[in-house]
Structure formats: C-alpha cells, structure tokens
C-alpha cells in the first residue's frame, strides 16, 4: 500500500492556474504536516510550503506567498496544492511528503509533473 | 531563512570508497532538525538520516551522520553502485529549506 498517491500530470498556460491532489492511505492523515515541494528540470528541491490538516495551518515558502494555496480535506485524507499566475519557471514535478516513522519527510508521493508553455 | 550550503558541488568516486559530504549552514539551528535524503534520476527523494544521525528504517549502516551547529556531514562508507546518486541535507528547524546537492558519481 502506498502511502501518498499524487494527481496527473497537468499541461498549462502561462497565467492559468494548477491544483494538484495527494491522497494518503494507509496512515493516520491529520495530525501530521503534509509538506509540498518541488523541483524545476535539472534543479535541486525546493520547499512551496505545508499544512496541518487537523488545525487547517499553513506556512508558505516567501516567494510563493499570494500565489499558493495548500489545503486539507480530512474527510478523503487529501491534501491540495494550488498555484495561481503560473509562468514557465513554475515548470517542476511537485512532490507531497509527510512523516510516516520518523520525524521528518520520509513518505513521498510519486511526483506531479506540472508544463507551463504557451 | 537558514542557507544550506553543500560541497562539493560533485564528487568522484570508485565503489568501495569512502563519500565525505558536507552541509554548511548560514546560521546555527539544532541538530535534532538536520536530515539527509538521497534521490536518483526519476524518482522521488528517499530520507536516510533524520536529526543529524538517526538513520531511517531500512537505510544500510554504511550512510552515516554527524555534526552540530552549521556544520553537519554525511559519510558513506564502502560505496555500493546503488549510492551513486545525488544527496540533499535539509534543516527543519525553522521553516524548512533545503541545500543545493551533492552528486556523487562513479
């Protein structure tokens, strides 16, 4: 069983906007931060932000903040990422991760590759 | 925001050598909150070493982490095919940020 279980791949628009889904099973949702991070063609990683499902927290990385929008549904055990006024450098795969056994990030989605191109 | 900074940028090795990778930090945080993931082409990164030295289930005792401070180091000792890969430190200490890699290669 696979713990966290991300949407498709999205093609998009520059100026359009993206919300990409991650689903855990498997492991008690939301008492633990879901994280999303990302990481650009050829780049390293690169923290967007996490949520808290339980309390609906969030934190955002500082150049994301006004264009993310992480959200939780405890209901599905999903949580959500959207990006708002995409341009090409938002071109990534977009990862969710969380704790399973230990303290930091050691569950992972299989990635969510986002294209923005005209 | 606390700075990660891996070096070197690459390193080259033979199997059966020894990796020495280092993470320098802008700022001193606490070595609870210090990891190290690996990560090869296509997938997703996998954790290996949380709080500066606690390996994750299932990582081989031949990854190995220290260090406090700003500096903390990853060590793999006797290099397996499989570790020729790329290796990011992570502080989440505050916020959460990680440093630019490390590729170790053959």
């Known amino acids: 069983q696979v713990p966290l279980v991300q949407s498709g791949a999205e093609v998009k628009k520059p100026g359009s906007s993206v919300k990409v889904s991650c689903k855990a099973s498997g492991v008690s949702f939301s008492s633990f931060s879901v994280t999303w991070v990302r990481q650009a063609p050829g780049q390293g990683l690169e923290w967007v932000g996490n949520?808290?499902?339980?309390?609906?927290?969030?934190n955002y990385a500082q150049r994301f903040q006004g264009r993310v929008t992480i959200t939780a549904d405890e209901s599905t055990s999903t949580a959500y990422l959207e990006l708002t006024s995409l341009t090409s450098e938002d071109t990534a795969v977009y990862y969710c991760a969380r704790p399973c056994r230990t303290s930091t990030l050691d569950c992972w989605g299989q990635g969510t590759l986002v294209s923005v191109s005209s | 925001e606390v700075v990660l900074t891996q070096s070197p940028g690459t390193l080259s090795l033979s199997p059966g050598e020894r990796a020495t990778l280092s993470c320098r930090a802008s700022?001193?945080?606490?070595?609870?909150?210090l990891a190290w993931y690996q990560q090869k082409p296509g997938q997703a990164p996998r954790l290996l070493i949380f709080?500066?030295?606690n390996r994750a289930p299932g990582i081989p005792d031949r990854f190995s982490g220290s260090g406090s401070g700003t500096d903390f180091t990853l060590s793999i000792s006797g290099l397996e095919p499989e570790d020729f890969a790329v290796y990011y430190c992570?502080?989440?200490?505050?916020?959460?940020?990680f440093g630019g890699g490390t590729k170790v290669e053959i």
């Open positions: 992570q502080q989440y200490d505050t916020s959460l940020t």
């Open positions: 709080g500066t030295s």
């Open positions: 700022q001193s945080f606490s070595s609870t909150h």
């Open positions: 949520i808290i499902p339980v309390f609906r927290s969030t």
